[in-house]
């Protein structure tokens, strides 16, 4: 079974500093990533994707994404952090083949950035 | 165009009640999906369905039935609501085909109560 894991509800950082959101997934074969975000009362909003090929990822809004298959990790990673990046973020996995049209969501992490 | 609809934005029920949630998409995705968000856990799959004709199920499917008569509309009935079933409701699609790794684009939502 896939699945995908938040360590952290929360997520607190100054704005102009770097941010960090961890996620760690779990397949038994070639996962998709992604990464979603959702603003209050808002429907969630793609960020970016990993499919195949260069690890480091590049998305939307500046955010970027690092694939690692030895640590079964996919964090979303901004060099510096604006109040406007305050959201909920998901992290998201889903098989390469199989009837994988199921996507899994991790629990979501608030990420609040401080003026 | 209007991307991903859903009506209504609120609703309330008592036990026993039972109501459809609408949604459609006016950019001819084939595949089209269902999600319940709960505080802490993320987006559950309720529903989905690859094609009009096409339904299945997905992680939390009881209490809930689906139909797809055209590609732009998938809407998602409650049998008979319980306070179980109070949640935020989101409706997403994605192109298909070979491509469980396109990103979904989402509704804004439905906010049920169940009393």
């Known amino acids: 079974a896939q699945s995908v894991a938040q360590p952290e509800d929360q997520v607190n950082v100054a704005e102009g500093n770097p941010l960090t959101v961890k996620c760690t997934y779990s397949v038994s074969g070639n996962p998709y990533l992604f990464w979603y975000v959702q603003y209050p009362n808002r429907g969630l909003q793609f960020l970016l994707k990993?499919?195949?090929?260069?690890?480091l990822v590049k998305g939307s809004y500046g955010f970027e994404a690092e694939f690692n298959k030895s640590q079964t990790s996919f964090h979303l990673k901004k060099p510096s952090a604006l109040v406007s990046d305050s959201a909920l973020y998901f992290c998201a996995v889903r098989y390469r083949s199989g009837s994988a049209r199921q996507l899994t969501f991790g629990s979501g992490t608030q990420l609040t950035v401080l003026p | 165009n209007a991307g991903v609809t859903q009506t209504p934005k609120f609703q309330v029920l008592k036990t026993g009640q039972s109501m459809t949630l609408q949604c459609a998409q006016d950019m001819n995705h084939e595949y089209m999906s269902w999600y319940r968000q709960d505080p802490g856990m993320g987006l559950r799959l309720i529903h989905y369905s690859v094609g009009a004709g096409i339904t299945d199920q997905g992680e939390v499917p009881n209490g809930y039935n689906v139909s797809r008569s055209t590609t732009e509309d998938f809407p998602l009935r409650l049998l008979s609501a319980a306070p179980s079933q109070t949640s935020v409701y989101f409706c997403?699609?994605?192109?298909?085909?070979?491509?469980?790794?396109?990103?979904?684009?989402f509704g804004p939502g439905t906010r049920l109560t169940v009393l």
């Open positions: 990993y499919i195949t090929g260069d690890n």
């Open positions: 997403a699609s994605s192109y298909s085909g070979q491509g469980t790794y396109n990103e979904q684009f």
